[in-house]
């Protein structure tokens, strides 16, 4: 895919230069890391790229966007993998890219799971399902329950990287693009709920 560039891209040097030297999935993802977890305490945000790189506050559709503006600028398209769940349980959207045939995600999150994956899942339904059990509530039981189609930003133009508005709206449009379920309902009846153990682990946080 053609790179984005600055004139294009609306962002000023300085900002376009950020990102752009992040030159691949791992320099980005680390990148994310670096920045702290948006709590939203002010109020619900869908913040633009421009806006994540100004408060340097990002949560998970948030990071996924500047990912994905990032990995654009490297000639990447610009990709979101939405995850859905059910219940009191929240979808969480990662940034989808692939090398030499393979699928991987660059993702930002509180938690110590839903994290970075490495591109080496065959398909996206593949990826998707490495977050599978990674996925549940304080109570066991296992939530993730449909991934989207990889969703292009690129066909949306350029708005979602500098506005100043809140992107709700991208959200939804996300939220109702096509989505494949990944369970029966004799497969989501007979799930185990997950053990002690890993509700104990899940619980670690990198912000409080």
Known sequence: MQPLSLE??????????????????????????SLPFNFEKGGETHSSVRYGLKRRRVHCFEGALMAAAAMWIQGYKPLLLDLVT?????????????????????SKTNHAVLRYREPIYKSVRELALSYFHEYYLPNGKKTLRSFSKPFDLSKLGTDWITTEANLANLAHILDRSPHTKILSPKQIK????????EIKAGDIVEYR
Do not use: C, M
Not at 14 to 26: D, G, I, R, V
Not at 89 to 100: G, I, P, S, T, W
């Open 8 to 33: 294009k891209s609306g962002l000023t040097r300085y900002e376009w230069q950020k990102l752009k030297k992040l030159s691949n999935p791992k320099k980005i993802q680390d990148f994310l890391n």
């Open 190 to 197: 007979n799930l185990r709920k997950v053990d002690k153990i």
């Open 86 to 106: 059910v219940d009191a349980d929240l979808d969480h959207v990662v940034a989808l890219f692939k090398e030499d045939g393979y699928w991987g995600a660059i």
